[in-house]
């Protein structure tokens, strides 16, 4: 009998609900919490596939691992060893050199109880603030905003605010892709209500822009533009709530005075767009019963992501949009667990319940509540900073949790650099081949989803529970349990007289602890506990003690968190992007993500048909741009600034306006042969929040003179292959993994084929030459290939210096079918003009072709859904389903 788990998605910070179904320690299926708030039963595409990243331990971290030195390799040892390991290493640099030489990186992904103990023991047994995570380069322009704005951390609405709201303006989100769930709740709500209106900001015509009634295509960084001419139109209009002014908020006069010299047509021409559009924006937000904003990384990833937060506030304030149902600036959380991070200050820039560094008051309550002697009121180091003070030497040891920084922050090289020069690096991961795993010192098997208990928090304050339905592969543990366990030994080392800081025996009793320290602050949770959660399902905060239930909406009473409880207008001066466009280089390129893919890859990755919206790593160029280059379709194509270069192949579309170009964030070592997007993005910082602008570099686009070409797939074990496969990448100056079901698709290019590289291509994936493999060669034309049977159908290919009769050849592998004919043949047919056809259905693999075909048949959308399958299961791909009809000039 299969067992069902309550947990919730460890991907979005929608925070969906799902039942897990397991048989012993196997997934076998999931289904959405149709007692969930955040999605009563639904799920998105990477969601529903959730269960196929734990069907295999193949590439898990599955035992703790040491080297003893940086040229030897690491050997298995037991939990002893490595906790052992870590906590005299850590004693000992902290000893030596301060607390401030050691660090810790951290994540959004983590469990709040994961987070609670790895900030208790930076902050509260060794003393060091230097605890960052990657929500860094996440949320932290809209903390920071929200602070100034409102006294306190956590956007003011709740998920029925989208339910509410009559206009809805988009800012710098791509919500059809980025937040599914909640997104199929505003198509819902329009469905039912033509007249809502939907705004979208985004240089991109996204398929949430494709979907507005007004897309404001706006150049690159100029958000701040926008909402300040926006706000200049409706004080000259006399469209503000002077009431509201008057009654909740400081700061107006020296807005008003700002604004003064952003008229509309000033503002238009700034982003790029018309006055027109732009005053249409404001009418539609100001006029509207109620305005709620969504926004997310296009706003926060910017030099300047403090400002355009605050400068979208602002136009909320002035107009009284805020605190009513529908009404508010929302910030929508990336990670799961970004909020859980914020409430138990698990960053080098805040203390555990919203409470601050510099307050000596703030420092007083912690130390009593913790029983410590003095925490550290030196601010501790942001991402950014903390991985230059590991290139600098001034922080010695670092230990990495559930993030991938070699990725995912800016400049890769310098990361690279930086963990290559730590004397210490410790990494906690739940999958081996991530681009930081390499420079690990320590690994620590972490389990992970379906793995784990705790709690997380999403966009909406509200906090579910996440159980665990299997026990972890190996010995991995839980997150909590590795720090805790450290913390153990280092207390002995370090603060021997102090009571025991980390008694904790389960998550339940490290949240029990959490709770008192959030007593009395503004995310109270005194009322909650793992059994209200249990019993009552899961809550919003502030859910004080005595409570029957949390609160939806704040501030609707007008009273702020401030110390007047009035809401602060804060100026806005437009700022550029930090790297402006030139005649050297002339290409805005921006960056965002895809549908079905979650951030580094390790886990969506694990998942062929998250490959199938998106198979290949691209870089997006409008048509017209590349013409006047002489540039085609699906070319290579090299993109380089003064920090560095790569490779990627070329995707033209109108999506992005002529001058930008996109790339999404996700491909890395594991997939390419360079770091991704990041090798490029400086990531300039936001001196209040000190988030990097991973959004934006201005960038050099060249055709890539790469003669030599290859392609190869193969049919078998994907995860396998794939970890073979992945070494061999980086020695080639384009390559890249693609997945197709139980096929991997290699693809690489070079001015030659590099030395030897070819043998081990066909050694890593099994093409020795035998009965059932064949091979040609033309040495003269340094041609190779070779094609392996198995079962009499074609298994698999390599084909490099010719590449001509590939779509042929990867056609039969995906077809499984028996060969038919001379197998030599392989080697020489052509398939002609093969378009590539997208799916565009994931769960039910529906190729683009197939819908459009249908729809030019008169089907109607309901007509697909029962025909095709597409867009009903989990709606992820309506969007792009009613473009197409659209597109067809079918209403
Ligand atoms: N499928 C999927 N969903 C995810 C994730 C994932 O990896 N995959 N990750 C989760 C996480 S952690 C996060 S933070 C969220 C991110 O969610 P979003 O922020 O919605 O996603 P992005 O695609 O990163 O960026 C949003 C848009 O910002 C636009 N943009 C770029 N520059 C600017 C600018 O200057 N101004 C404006 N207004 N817009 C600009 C981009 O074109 C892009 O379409 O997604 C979460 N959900
Ligand atoms: N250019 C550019 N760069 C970006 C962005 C962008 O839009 N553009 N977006 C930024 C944003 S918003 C974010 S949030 C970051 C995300 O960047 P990362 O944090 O690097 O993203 P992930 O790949 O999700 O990393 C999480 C890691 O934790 C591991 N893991 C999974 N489960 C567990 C677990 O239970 N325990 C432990 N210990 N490990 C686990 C996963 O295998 C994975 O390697 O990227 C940022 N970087
Ligand atoms: S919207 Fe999708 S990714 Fe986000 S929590 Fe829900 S199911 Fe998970
Ligand atoms: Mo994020």
């Not at 009571?499 to 904790?504: H, I, M, R, T």
């Amino acid at each position: 009998m299969p067992t069902i788990t309550k947990s919730t998605c460890c991907y979005c910070g929608v925070g969906c609900g799902v039942l897990i179904e397991s048989e012993g320690d196997r997934v076998i299926g999931i289904q959405g919490d149709p007692a969930h708030p955040a999605n009563f039963g639904r799920l998105c595409s990477k969601g529903l596939s959730l269960p196929l990243t734990v069907a295999s331990d193949v590439g898990r971290a599955l035992y703790p691992e040491i080297r003893l030195d940086r040229h030897s390799p690491r050997r298995q040892v037991d939990w002893e060893s490595a906790l052992e390991t870590v906590a005299q290493r850590f004693a000992d640099i902290a000893r030596l050199h301060g607390p401030d030489a050691v660090a810790f990186y951290v994540s959004g992904q983590l469990l709040t109880e994961d987070y609670y103990v790895f900030n208790k023991l930076a902050k509260g047994l060794i003393g060091t603030n230097n605890i960052d995570t990657n929500s860094r380069l996440c949320m932290s322009s809209a903390v920071t905003a929200y602070k100034m704005a409102f006294g306190a951390d956590a956007p003011p609405g709740c998920y029925e605010d989208v339910e509410h709201a009559k206009t809805v303006l988009f800012a710098g989100s791509n919500m059809a892709y980025a937040h599914p769930v909640l997104f199929r709740r505003l198509e819902a709500a329009r469905e039912k209500n033509p007249d809502i209106k939907w705004i979208v900001i985004d240089p991109r015509r996204t398929d949430t822009a494709a979907m507005a009634d007004l897309h404001l295509a706006i150049e690159p960084g100029t958000d701040v533009a926008l909402f300040n001419g926006m706000l200049h139109h409706l004080i000259w209009e006399a469209r503000i709530d002077t009431g509201f002014i008057d009654r909740s908020t400081d700061g107006f006069a020296a807005v008003k005075n700002l604004v003064r010299e952003y008229t509309p047509r000033i503002a238009a021409e700034i982003c790029g767009i018309t006055e027109k559009d732009l005053i249409q924006a404001a009418e539609w937000f100001a006029a509207s019963p109620a305005s709620l904003s969504l926004y997310c990384m296009g706003l926060n990833q910017s030099s300047h992501g403090t400002d355009k937060n605050i400068a979208l506030i602002n136009l909320h304030l002035a107009t009284g949009q805020i605190g009513r149902p529908g009404a508010g600036p929302f910030s929508l959380t990336g990670q799961p667990n970004a909020m859980g991070g914020r409430e138990v200050g698990g960053m080098a820039t805040m203390l555990a319940a919203h409470r601050e560094i510099s307050n000596p008051g703030h420092r007083a309550e912690v130390e009593a509540l913790w029983d410590v002697e003095q925490l550290s009121d030196k601010p501790g180091l942001p991402a950014v900073a903390m991985f230059d003070a590991i290139l600098e030497g001034k922080v010695k040891a670092v230990w990495i949790v559930c993030t991938n920084p070699v990725h995912s922050m800016p400049d890769a090289e310098k990361i690279r650099q930086a963990l290559q020069h730590a004397e210490f690096v410790v990494v906690q991961e739940a999958f081996m081949q991530t681009d930081t795993m390499p420079f690990a010192d320590v690994v620590l098997p972490a389990s992970s989803w379906a793995e784990k208990t705790g709690t997380v928090t999403n966009s909406e304050r509200r906090i579910s529970l996440v159980r665990q339905a299997i026990s972890p592969p190996g010995d991995a543990k839980p997150d909590w349990w590795i720090a805790n366990n450290v913390a153990r030994r280092m207390q002995a080392q370090l603060q021997p007289d102090l009571p025991d800081l980390f008694p904790f025996t389960s998550p339940e009793s490290i949240f029990n602890e959490h709770r008192k320290l959030t007593i009395g602050r503004d995310l109270d949770i005194g009322g909650l506990s793992y059994a209200v959660l249990d019993k009552q399902g899961p809550q919003q905060w502030p859910f004080k003690a005595g409570q029957e239930t949390g609160q939806a909406r704040r501030y609707v009473d007008g009273l702020f968190h401030t110390d007047n409880r009035r809401a602060q207008f804060h100026i806005t001066k437009y700022q550029a992007v930090a790297e402006v466009t030139n005649a050297r280089f002339p290409f805005h390129l921006i960056t965002g993500r895809l549908r079905d893919q979650w951030h580094g890859m390790s886990r969506s990755g694990r998942v062929a048909k998250a490959f199938s919206h998106e198979p290949q790593p691209a870089l997006t160029m409008h048509p017209k741009d590349a013409e006047r280059r002489g540039f085609k379709a699906d070319q290579l194509v090299t993109i380089s600034n003064k920090q560095a270069k790569m490779t990627l192949p070329l995707r033209l579309s109108d999506e992005v306006k002529s001058g930008t170009v996109f790339a999404a964030m996700h491909w890395n070592g594991q997939y390419l042969n360079s770091g991704g997007i990041n090798e490029v993005i400086a990531g300039k910082v936001d001196h209040r929040s000190f988030q990097p602008e991973l959004k934006h570099a201005a960038v050099r686009i060249e055709a890539a003179e790469l003669p030599w070409r290859m392609m190869a797939a193969r049919r078998g074990d994907i995860l396998n292959m794939q970890s073979r496969v992945q070494p061999l990448l980086r020695e080639c100056a384009y390559a890249s993994i693609t997945i197709e079901s139980d096929v991997l698709i290699l693809h690489a290019a070079d001015l030659v084929p590099p030395s030897g590289w070819l043998e081990r291509v066909f050694d890593v994936l099994d093409f020795s030459v035998g009965p059932d493999t064949l091979e040609y060669r033309d040495e003269q034309r340094n041609i190779a290939k070779r094609a392996t049977w198995t079962n009499g159908r074609l298994a698999g290919f390599v084909f490099s210096g010719d590449i001509k009769s590939a779509d042929f050849a990867l056609n039969h592998v995906r077809q499984n079918m028996p060969w038919q004919g001379s197998r030599l043949a392989i080697f020489s047919r052509q398939t002609s003009g093969q378009q590539t056809d997208r799916t565009v259905c994931q769960c039910m693999q529906v190729k683009g072709s197939r819908i459009e075909n249908a729809i030019a048949q008169g089907a109607t959308l309901t007509q697909l859904k029962v025909t095709l399958g597409c867009g009903s299961v989990c709606g992820s791909c309506l969007p792009e389903i009613k473009q197409m009809f659209t597109k067809l000039n079918v209403a």
